[in-house]
């Protein structure tokens, strides 16, 4: 997940300006947060059929892997590559509005 996290971002969430000890600490929450969005997302997504599939590979051994949950999602799903595109720019944009709003509180933009 970490990989769909671009420079942009690391810009646009002003994350590029802490010490790399901070980036990569807030890099790894960030694709966290994003895993878990996304797999939330695309399980109400997969048809009836797929969702037990999906269901039984999570109670696996393989359910604590999320390279093989990717994989498996992204087979089972045609937009899944859209999917995790739009919850990183939904992961933005929300954060964006916070970071705007935490700047405002405290008198940053003035």
Do not use: H, W
Request: proline share 3%; no cysteine; hydrophobic share 40%.
């Amino acid at each position: 997940m970490q990989q769909l996290l671009s420079e942009d971002l690391l810009q646009e969430l002003q994350i590029d300006k802490l010490p790399q000890e901070q980036q990569d600490a807030t890099l790894e929450r960030i694709g966290a947060i994003l895993f878990e969005s996304v797999m939330l997302r695309a399980a109400d997504a997969l048809p009836e059929g797929k969702q037990e599939e999906f269901a039984a590979l999570l109670d696996s051994e393989k359910g604590n892997d999320p390279d093989a949950l990717m994989d498996y999602l992204r087979n089972a799903m045609e937009n899944f590559d859209e999917l995790v595109g739009e919850e990183v720019l939904r992961f933005k944009a929300e954060s964006k509005r916070f970071l705007n709003a935490t700047e405002q509180g405290l008198g940053m933009n003035e």
